[in-house]
């Protein structure tokens, strides 16, 4: 899977994430401070969110100090469905009824295990087709 992967700060949390989805196979875009020594929540949001839209990446994972800004500004992106999720069954939620693309998670309150768990979760989980039609009616 493509993956674009954003934040506005690198972390080891940040690094361990990446260095999992590589492991995994999938092929990951780093973007804001992952890729450039300084960025703004709002602009990685945005970036990693429209590579999600215009179909440069297939899903996205987001981070920033409290996942909340980074969710908020990748929202504002038509056709992202971007979901704070704290744990693994919050993201096969998000997948399962709301077919989250971008999952965002909090470099401040995640740890490296769960943040592990989160992303597999959110990867491994289909979005249920009989749910289409609720999607529809938010976008």
């Keep these: 899977m493509r993956l674009a992967v954003g934040s506005d700060e690198r972390t080891g949390l940040t690094e361990t994430v990446v260095r999992h989805l590589r492991e995994c196979g999938h092929e990951v875009t780093l973007h804001g401070a992952l890729a ?41 992106v038509r056709g992202i469905r971007a979901a704070l999720c704290q744990d ?11 077919d989250a693309n971008v ?11 769960i943040a592990r768990e989160i992303v597999d979760a959110w990867l491994e989980t289909p979005f249920d087709p009989n749910e289409a039609e609720i999607i529809a009616r938010v976008e």
């Design 36 to 76: 450039q020594p300084r960025a703004d929540w709002p602009d990685v949001g945005r970036e990693v969110a429209e590579r999600v839209a215009d179909g440069r990446a297939d899903r996205a994972v987001l981070f920033c100090w409290t996942g909340t800004g980074v969710c908020i500004a990748a929202n504002k």
């Design 88 to 98: 693994a069954e919050t993201a096969r939620g998000a997948r399962t009824w709301n």
């Design 103 to 113: 999952l965002c998670l909090s470099l401040r309150s995640t740890s490296e295990p």
